[in-house]
């Protein structure tokens, strides 16, 4: 069974910093594109960011340019999230998810990704 797993989230003051980590199992990340979500309480999931299985290219949410950056490293099969600069609206559960999109028609739309972790919170308070 294709399994992934979030870690990482955690209570942080505005303007700190966290690193989300995405780990697969059970199926090899060399293949798909994978994506960050995020959904708040009362709010609709969105993309934050994804990252194509092939030539490392990355897309962001304007929300999060120039805080947030998307790596992988597949021999590790993990995907990362560094969050930079946060602020109390970055405050959600966050999801990594896996699409076979490829880097050409890869997308932030939470109903293109297949497999999904059961999510990390994140809380950004003073």
């Known amino acids: 069974q294709v399994q992934l797993v979030e870690s990482g989230g955690g209570l942080v003051q505005p303007g700190g910093s966290l690193r989300l980590s995405c780990v697969a199992s059970?199926?090899?990340?060399?293949?798909?594109?994978i994506g960050w979500f995020r959904q708040a309480p009362g709010k609709e999931r969105e993309g934050v960011s994804c990252?194509?299985?092939?030539?490392?290219?990355?897309y962001y949410a304007d929300s999060v340019k120039g805080r947030f950056t998307i790596s992988r490293h597949n021999a590790k099969n993990t995907v990362y999230l560094q969050m930079n600069s946060l602020k109390p609206d970055d405050t959600a559960v966050y999801y990594c998810a896996a699409t076979p999109l490829s880097a050409a028609t890869m997308t932030l739309r939470p109903y293109e990704y297949d497999y999904w972790g059961q999510g990390t919170q994140v809380t950004v308070s003073s």
């Open positions: 990252i194509s299985s092939s030539d490392g290219r990355t």
């Open positions: 059970r199926f090899t990340l060399d293949y798909y594109a």
